[in-house]
């Protein structure tokens, strides 16, 4: 059994220089099969649809002009977009707070270590290759041990 008070893993979430405000944590937590996910993220933007791309991506910095460092969607295989390792369900933002939980078991917490979780700046579309159309990237943090 797993203890849901201690993550196994956690990325601090920061906005970039067009959203300072952003912020918030992602925490995962290693079960047997899987990894649960938990978030919460505050202050993101008001837009007309209120949802946000969400996706674990391969570089392993935030730094770069607009998170360029971050790299392109998480993906250990040859894989299509929303098939990749790293995307995950969208963020719904009410009145700028957004809180999810999911199980996934397209990665362990080992694997992404070291990476970046990223928000993007519009809904992710599920379609456009390779990255689902999901805009700019508007917040990023880095995923570490705890």
Not at 28 to 55: D, N
Not at 82 to 108: Q, V, W
Request: charged residues 20%; contains cysteine; glycine residues 12%.
């Amino acid at each position: 059994m797993f203890n849901m008070n201690r993550p196994d893993a956690k990325a601090v979430i920061k906005g970039g220089e067009s959203f300072p405000c952003i912020c918030g944590e992602v925490l995962f937590f290693q079960m047997k099969k899987s990894v649960i996910v938990r978030v919460r993220i505050s202050h993101l933007p008001e837009t007309a649809a209120m949802f946000y791309g969400f996706h674990i991506h391969e570089g392993n910095s935030c730094s770069g002009d607009g998170f360029s460092e971050t790299g392109g969607h998480y993906d250990c295989g040859d894989k299509p977009h929303p098939a990749h390792n790293g995307d995950m369900p969208p963020l719904i933002s009410c009145s700028g707070e957004a809180f999810m939980e999911f199980m996934t078991n397209r990665f362990c917490v080992n694997e992404i270590t070291g990476r970046t979780v990223v928000v993007h700046g519009f809904a992710d579309d599920f379609r456009t290759q390779p990255s689902g159309d999901a805009g700019k990237k508007i917040a990023c943090g880095v995923i570490k041990r705890v």
